[in-house]
């Protein structure tokens, strides 16, 4: 269950309480929109947004894939106390960008708490006009 911990919490940023999604215009707002969807607790945005095939990867190695993040976000068992992305860089290849940068978060999981700098690696896919998240890497900052 850490290892779920460890990925919902660098997955998330401080965001409006009233953000509305809408459709990813590239792959930079397809990251951003992914996060909000995460901290807002969305399982309506997070299934739009998220690949059939998704998965992430978390510190330990062990994957996480779509039902599996979707049902924990849906159970509540976490909980974002702060949240800062920072140095976004996306790399467009045509229908494909990778979006890295680094999270600060303060977050506890049921009650164990976690604070610290996550770097992270979303690969975002186009298919026709439509942005999705296929692919997350996350990585403790030393």
Do not use: H
């Not at 976004?88 to 978060?105: F, H, K, Q």
């Amino acid at each position: 269950m850490k290892f779920i911990l460890l990925f919902l919490i660098q997955f998330s940023f401080v965001l409006s309480a009233n953000a509305q999604l809408s459709q990813p215009i590239d792959g930079t707002d397809c990251a951003r929109q992914f996060f909000i969807a995460l901290q807002e607790k969305d399982i309506n945005a997070l299934e739009g947004i998220l690949t059939a095939d998704f998965t992430v990867v978390s510190f330990n190695g062990q994957t996480i894939n779509r039902q599996q993040l979707i049902q924990t976000v849906n159970d509540g068992l976490l909980v974002v106390e702060s949240g800062m992305i920072s140095g976004i860089s996306t790399r467009n290849y045509r229908d494909v960008a990778i979006v890295t940068g680094l999270w600060s978060i303060r977050a506890r999981f049921r009650n164990n708490s976690f604070q610290g700098d996550l770097s992270f690696m979303a690969v975002c896919t186009r298919s026709g006009a439509k942005w999705q998240v296929s692919a997350v890497q996350l990585t403790p900052v030393q």
